[in-house]
Every structure is written in C-alpha cells, then in structure tokens.
T-cell receptor, first 115, second 110 residues
Framework: NAGVTQTPKFRVLKTGQSMTLLCAQDMNHEYMYWYRQDPGMGLRLIHYSVGEGTTAKGEVPDGYNVSRLKKQNFLLGLESAAPSQTSVYFC??????????????FGPGTRLTVL | GEDVEQSLFLSVREGDSSVINCTYTDSSSTYLYWYKQEPGAGLQLLTYIFSNMDMKQDQRLTVLLNKKDKHLSLRIADTQTGDSAIYFCAERGYGQNFVFGPGTRLSVLP
C-alpha cells in the first residue's frame, strides 16, 4: 500500500514549456486534489475531482488543466509554464469530504522551478 | 471568503510545551484539523476536532477550540527535537473543501 505517490519529485522548466504532473493513489479514494504551496501562503487548491471523469476548479485554477481518466490517477498539466508557477505541488486524496474522519492523504510533493 | 491565519514561526526549548495558535473566519466551519509537515514531505494529519467540542487530548497533543472567538490552538507537551516541523491549521464546513492556514514553523532548541 503506497498511499499517494507523485512523479516527478523535481523539475526545472523554461518559460513557455509544458509538462504534466502525475498523482496516483491506491486507496480507492473518490476525491483527489491538487494544491500548490508557496512560502507564507499555506496550501491553495488548484483543481479537484470528485470521481473518475470529473474535475472542478479550486481557488487558483488559471494556467493549469487536469484530467481524471482513471479513478486512481489525477494529472495536472501546465500548458505554457510561467515563473509565477514556481512552487511545490501537492496531490491529495480522500474517501469523501463529508465526514470528519474523511481527511486528506498527501503525496510527498513535486518541486517545480520555472526559469 | 474563508481565511485561516497563523503566526509563521515559533521557537521553544526541548522539554518545554509548545502552543501553536490559529484563527479562522468561517463560522460554518464544522471540522478543524492540525497537520504536520516534515522537511521534504507532504502533510500528515495530527489530530482533528469537531466544532461542537472545546477540547481534545491525544497523548502529548491537546487541541483547544474557542468557537465564539474562532480560535484554535495546538499544545505539544514535552516538545522534542522530532517535533520540529511546519504545523498547518485547516478548517472546512460540511461537504466543503479544506482551507489551510499558512503554517507555523516550529523550531525546537536543545
């Protein structure tokens, strides 16, 4: 049982390049989330998914796209990277978001630098 | 919109108690959480409290909730060097997404 995994762990991009971050979970969770973490700002929700084939916008969705083609995977895409997207990206999953114990399980993060 | 605030830094000596404070604005918050993030790792749930409780104790951890003032605190008794980490306060309403605070970096001095 690996929990939530993310690939890659580190990446450096040039402005305008594209990339996809992969998140995978093996807990059969319905809900998956992508956050970015910036110093002094906590975690901000980019996009989330409430089930296979569904996605929804979070607090800071601009410049990102997501897809949830399989229940266990949630992909975050940057079509044209900008320096403002330099951040640490965390994926999380949860069984639901209804009960108090339906907390989120986090991956180890992806550190992205855009030059 | 909802907002969660925390002080950014806290230093304590090993063996002392640490108290990390958090305030939130959403009066409909139903669940409040404390997460711990160690260097290079994701967030791990430490403890949570339901909004109709005012205290919860779990070994060295004590969570106090003042719903009237929208104030949440985490007390760590007998703080150890292994407690050095960033601690995030988070809240959510029933069926809503999480809102995280900026995190408090706890440094434990020998």
């Amino acid at each position: 049982n690996a929990g939530v995994t993310q690939t890659p762990k580190f990446r450096v991009l040039k402005t305008g390049q594209s990339m996809t971050l992969l998140c995978a979970q093996d807990m059969n969770h319905e809900y998956m989330y992508w956050y970015r973490q910036d110093p002094g700002m906590g975690l901000r929700l980019i996009h989330y998914s409430v089930g296979e084939g569904t996605t929804a916008k979070g607090e800071v969705p601009d410049g990102y796209n997501v897809s949830r083609l399989k229940k266990q995977n949630f992909l975050l895409g940057l079509e044209s990277a900008a320096p403002s997207q330099t951040s640490v990206y965390f994926c999380a999953s949860s069984y639901s978001k209804v009960g108090v114990k339906d907390t989120q399980y986090f991956g180890p993060g992806t550190r992205l630098t855009v030059l | 919109g909802e907002d969660v605030e925390q002080s950014l830094f806290l230093s304590v000596r090993e063996g002392d108690s640490s108290v990390i404070n958090c305030t939130y604005t959403d009066s409909s918050s139903t669940y409040l959480y404390w997460y711990k993030q160690e260097p290079g790792a994701g967030l791990q749930l430490l403890t949570y409290i339901f909004s109709n409780m005012d205290m919860k104790q779990d070994q060295r951890l004590t969570v106090l909730l003042n719903k009237k003032d929208k104030h949440l605190s985490l007390r760590i008794a007998d703080t150890q060097t292994g407690d050095s980490a960033i601690y995030f306060c988070a809240e959510r309403g029933y069926g809503q997404n999480f809102v995280f605070g900026p995190g408090t970096r706890l440094s434990v001095l020998p």
